[in-house]
T-cell receptor, first 115, second 115 residues
């Protein structure tokens, strides 16, 4: 148990559906991240929130929409996804994103399948 | 910009044999280095990290890694592996200059321990 909880663990959705992934951390961290993990590819950083402000958006398609209502919660809203979006989506948190304390704590991930 | 190269996508070894997982990075400034481990259907867990000081860092389960600045490497070693060490291992680097310190991950190395 890393202190970062992701729900759901598994999600199957059609290309026309709208769904949301949820991440919650109780570590008192101020930075939260979304990563995409596809088979045999490096982890792809999608979004970074530092003190609730989005500081990174790595050219992610607009069909992925993040939301960070407070430092403990992070959402990833999904709509009109494509089959190639199927992957493991990992949430992580760290003390902050601009200092030495960038050791990341990861959730168990949401396995997303787009059909 | 920082980048991480994990030269081996898969490393098979027999139980109780030594193992080395290689990691090289490129960066123009001083760095922080991390090794993460991912067990099946789990998120990433921090195994060990180098921030400063001694170039040899150890984990609680017998792994160690040595920061070699001249060779820009941070190889992970264990003198005697167990079946339970079978997992995916990720090397990560973050630059300690101005701006973000978000770690960049390698593609991962799959360690497979055979009985």
């Amino acid at each position: 148990e890393t202190g970062v909880t992701q729900t759901p663990r598994h999600l199957v959705m059609g290309m026309t559906n709208k769904k949301s992934l949820k991440c919650e951390q109780h570590l008192g961290h101020n930075a939260m991240y979304w990563y995409k993990q596809s088979a045999k590819k490096p982890l792809e950083l999608m979004f970074v929130y530092n003190f609730k402000e989005q500081t990174e958006n790595n050219s992610v398609p607009s069909r992925f929409s993040p939301e960070c209502p407070n430092s403990s919660h992070l959402f990833l809203h999904l709509h009109t996804l494509q089959p190639e979006d199927s992957a493991l989506y990992l949430c992580a948190s760290s003390q902050e994103a601009t200092g030495q304390n960038t050791e990341a704590f990861f959730g168990q991930g949401t396995r997303l399948t787009v059909v | 910009a920082q980048s991480v190269t994990q030269l081996d996508s898969q490393v098979p070894v027999f139980e109780e044999a030594p193992v080395e997982l290689r990691c090289n990075y490129s960066s123009s400034v001083s760095v922080y280095l991390f090794w993460y481990v991912q067990y099946p259907n789990q998120g990433l867990q921090l195994l060990l990290k180098y921030l400063s000081g001694s170039t040899l860092v150890e984990s609680i389960n017998g792994f160690e890694a040595e920061f070699n600045k001249s060779q820009t490497s941070f190889h992970l070693r264990k003198p005697s592996v167990h079946i339970s060490d079978t997992a995916e291992y990720f090397c990560a680097v973050s630059e300690s200059s101005g701006g973000s310190y978000i770690p960049t991950f390698g593609r991962g190395t799959s360690l497979i321990v055979h009985p």
